[in-house]
């Protein structure tokens, strides 16, 4: 059983700035990859960035250096660190993990819970 837990969503001020992470548990190796992804309410979801196993990030031009993704292979955790964040950044930031298996070593995708950012003052 692999689970990714989302955290650290919550209301913040316009100009504020959030972490959120994304934990996996479970009988996993290792997290290879992973994305963050958000979506809107009335919209379609969209694609936030991106980190590899090398550490390799990208950014949507929307968020790019507004947002750094980082990652804790120790703790099989993803960050996304959010500053001068905007109204229109509110929405359901999901993870989007590809986990290596340890009782097979084959790769997996998995999706979080989601948590919800708003920004609002």
């Known amino acids: 059983q692999v689970q990714l837990v989302e955290s650290g969503g919550g209301l913040v001020q316009p100009g504020g700035s959030l972490r959120l992470s994304c934990r996996a548990s479970?009988?996993?190796?290792?997290?290879?990859?992973a994305h963050w992804y958000r979506q809107a309410p009335g919209k379609q979801r969209e694609f936030v960035a991106r980190i590899d196993s090398g550490g390799s990030t990208n950014y949507a031009d929307s968020v790019k250096g507004r947002v750094t993704i980082s990652r804790d292979n120790a703790k099989k955790t993803v960050y996304l660190q959010m500053s001068s964040l905007k109204p229109e950044d509110t929405a359901v930031y999901s993870c989007?993990?590809?986990?290596?298996?340890?009782?097979?070593?084959?790769?997996?995708?998995?999706w979080g819970q989601g948590t919800q950012v708003t920004v609002s003052s």
């Open positions: 479970g009988s996993i190796f290792s997290i290879t990859a």
């Open positions: 989007n993990a590809r986990i290596l298996a340890n009782w097979d070593l084959k790769e997996y995708d998995y």
